[in-house]
């Protein structure tokens, strides 16, 4: 389907792999084309619950391709606008992968630089290994560090001043700072990765498939809403509707029988 973004069903899973990666998979015009058109397809998609997102090779994702860009004449006669049109089919990735009602899981292995790093930071869970190395690359190349989404996670994630410490200068995030932050959920053996994504997806089956997408609804709208009664006005909106579905029976079912459940298929 895709020339360089790999998809891979597991049942209700889709691995999604970044597959250039003798580039480090860094997002050319094409990549970003597809990852696009992948997750903005997602908020319609019943048949797909969780999404593991993974980069091939040694590497997450390097940023922006950017000996492609060089090689090009856009930078002498592309507009202002044409510009800012540009920015915005990449932008609209992180967006999307907000908007789309599955838990998205990162298995973050090596570079996760400028555009990998918002790529990294829009996912639900992010799973690192010892070589895992993020940062805010785009101040580096004579940019804002303010780019794709990262000065909106980021700070939520680690706070202001850590925010500002790694955004102002470019340097790297290591694994082990990054888990000490709780910017990543686990940090393991490159060869352990996959197994780890698959356990969290596996758990996070467990949910009913109603339960699920609402839940990172309702986590994504609580981090900015007016206070706590917003919030829980949404939360009890959100379990009258679970209660109410007709896995909800199943679910509890599976529970008190402790095995795993059985929920009815959905089509796309």
């Known amino acids: 389907m895709y020339e360089h973004l790999d998809l891979r069903a597991d049942g209700d899973v889709v691995w ?7 580039r480090l998979n860094a997002l050319n015009r094409k990549l970003v084309e597809e990852l696009r058109d992948f997750f903005v397809g997602l908020y319609w998609r019943r048949d797909v619950r969780v999404v593991v997102l993974c980069g091939a090779g ?5 940023g922006l391709d950017l000996k492609e860009r060089s ?3 856009d930078g002498a006669t592309r507009s202002v606008g044409a510009g800012l049109t540009g920015q915005r089919q990449i932008s ?26 918002a790529l990294a930071l829009a ?14 690359a ?28 790694y955004m102002l200068t470019g340097r790297f995030i290591e694994a082990e700072r990054a888990y000490q932050l709780g910017l990543v959920s686990r940090v393991v053996a490159p060869e ?6 698959a356990a969290f997806a596996k758990d996070m089956l467990n949910a009913t498939p109603l339960g699920l997408r609402l839940t990172k609804e309702a986590l994504n709208h609580a981090i900015d809403a007016n206070g706590l009664e917003a919030v829980i006005a949404m939360e009890d ?14 679910g509890v079912r599976a529970f008190l029988e402790k095995r795993p459940p059985v929920y009815a298929k959905r089509e796309g």
């Open 58 to 62: 040694g590497a997450f994702c390097a």
């Open 92 to 117: 609209e990735i992180v967006i999307a992968m907000r908007r789309c009602p599955q838990p998205i899981i990162a298995c973050v292995d090596g570079a996760a630089s400028g555009g990998g790093f």
């Open 123 to 136: 996912s639900d869970v992010r799973i690192a290994t010892p070589r895992t190395r993020m940062n805010a």
């Open 138 to 165: 785009f101040i580096r190349i004579g940019l804002s560090a303010c780019d794709i989404g990262v000065s909106y996670f980021l700070p939520r994630m680690v706070g202001s001043s850590v925010a500002a410490e």
């Open 237 to 250: 909106r959100n379990q009258i509707l679970c209660a109410q579905d007709d896995d909800f029976g199943e």
């Open 192 to 197: 352990a990765l996959e197994v780890e994504g």
């Open 16 to 22: 999604a792999t970044m597959n250039r990666p003798e």
């Open 71 to 73: 090689g090009s004449n």
